[in-house]
């Protein structure tokens, strides 16, 4: 359990986040930490770095338990968090994880700093993240199983030998959390790399050799389209295999860009794989040069703007809807066939086809479209559509209708 959100076993895959405000700023990163949850994530981590932060961080609760935003807030430590937990045990006492990465516990006193976070942990009833990272691997750690490995016959390339020391870092930890007295349930693990062949290989490592939830993600992923897409190749293999209970999708957002991009992407990542539901699905052909005007683009993309808007009355409305699936097709070759696939669609005339639109529900030809105001007839069709499927939501012992 992260606050009162469980993480592992069969409990669905969690979308996590993280801030990138100071968090030594109270009103910015409470602001953020909102943002992020209205967005869905289910998790927000902070940076807590220095003794600003950590001061921070109960006001920052505060001020979310007020706003009744209930969201987890994990705390980040790197080098110091030994000594932020023990000097400031408000900060200690309101998150609801830490994180700590192995590599990043000083190098004299690695595990004495260690021990020391997770009594915290036990102290406050916490749960722990040993997060490895491959720019931070303990280097004593590798430098040794390099060692090692120039001593042997057939010597290993430095790659496997790298993902070996992470997950002997890991797995070296986790061990050391329990004998420090830190319960098996208590522990969440994740290596990340920032290659999409080296994610898998690490985490289907650690898979096969320990039952501890696997928080799972690409470090550094990058901007834009190349953020999005190494995310979703390396996280999808994973979680194909039923490996990964919590994931985060780390962009790099552009000066100024939405910070909760991170968040729909790996939402979409978990309905594409049909792990969880989150959003009505909207699927619209390519286009192609059957399709003459950018009708069908528009209205696809209206659909879509239209569903967006209407979700967060629609979730508490109409229980289930995000499982809906529209179709928006540009012509008939397709149309009408995913049309049928999907829970209500419609098929725009193409290039020569008579200017008429027909409309599938539940798989049944039941309306045909034409004018200027298909959009708009459309719209209200899917409206009618969800009022009769999904309104019926139960209140107290009756239900509404
Ligand atoms: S459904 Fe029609 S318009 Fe859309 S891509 Fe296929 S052939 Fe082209």
Not at 109 to 135: C, L, M, S
Not at 152 to 166: E, F, G, Q, W, Y
Request: aromatic residues 4%; charged residues 25%.
């Amino acid at each position: 359990m992260i606050g009162d959100i469980p993480v592992g076993s069969e409990h669905p895959v969690v979308v996590q986040s993280m801030t990138n405000t100071d968090t030594a700023d109270i009103s910015a990163t409470a602001g953020q930490i909102r943002s992020l949850a209205d967005a869905g994530s289910e998790l927000v981590r902070v940076t807590v770095n220095n003794e600003e932060s950590a001061k921070a961080v109960p006001y920052i609760t505060e001020r979310l338990e007020q706003a009744g935003c209930t969201v987890p807030v994990i705390g980040d430590f790197h080098y110091n968090g030994h000594l932020l937990l023990t000097r400031f045990p408000e900060c200690a006492r309101s998150l609801a994880k830490y994180r700590i990465n192995p590599g990043n516990v000083g190098t004299r006193h690695r595990d004495k700093n260690f021990i020391t976070i997770i009594e915290q942990a036990i102290k406050y009833d916490k749960p722990v993240r040993i997060g490895v990272n491959w720019g931070s691997l303990d280097q004593t750690l590798l430098t040794g199983m390099m060692d090692e490995n120039s001593k042997r016959n057939d010597p290993l390339d430095a790659r496997t030998v790298m993902i070996s020391a992470m997950v002997e870092s890991a797995m070296r930890s986790a061990r050391l959390a329990e004998e420090t007295g830190l319960g098996h349930d208590r522990i969440i693990l994740s290596a990340k790399v920032s290659g999409v062949r080296d994610l898998v290989e690490v985490y289907r490592k650690l898979a096969g050799i320990s039952d501890y939830p696997l928080h799972l993600g690409l470090t550094e992923a990058g901007m834009g389209t190349k953020g999005i897409i190494a995310s979703t190749a390396g996280l999808s293999v994973l979680l194909q295999e039923g490996i990964g209970d919590t994931i985060r999708v780390s962009l790099t957002p552009k000066p100024g860009g939405d910070r909760t991009e991170e968040v729909q992407v790996a939402q979409q990542i978990l309905q594409s794989m049909e792990l969880r539901r989150f959003n009505p699905q909207v699927t619209a052909c390519p286009g192609c040069g059957r399709t003459t005007s950018t009708l069908f683009q528009k209205l696809a993309d209206d659909i879509w703007a239209y569903i967006h808007s209407q979700m967060p009355q629609w979730r508490s409305r109409y229980p289930g809807v995000e499982g809906l699936k529209v179709a928006v097709m540009g012509c008939v070759v397709n149309g009408p066939g995913e049309s049928k696939h999907a829970d209500i669609g419609i098929s725009l005339p193409g290039t020569g086809e008579a200017p008429k639109a027909p409309v599938y529900i539940d798989g049944i030809h039941t309306r045909t479209l034409q004018g200027e105001t298909i959009a708009k007839d459309f719209q209200e069709i899917l409206d009618t559509y969800i009022e009769k499927k999904f309104g019926r939501d139960r209140v107290g012992l009756g239900i509404r209708d």
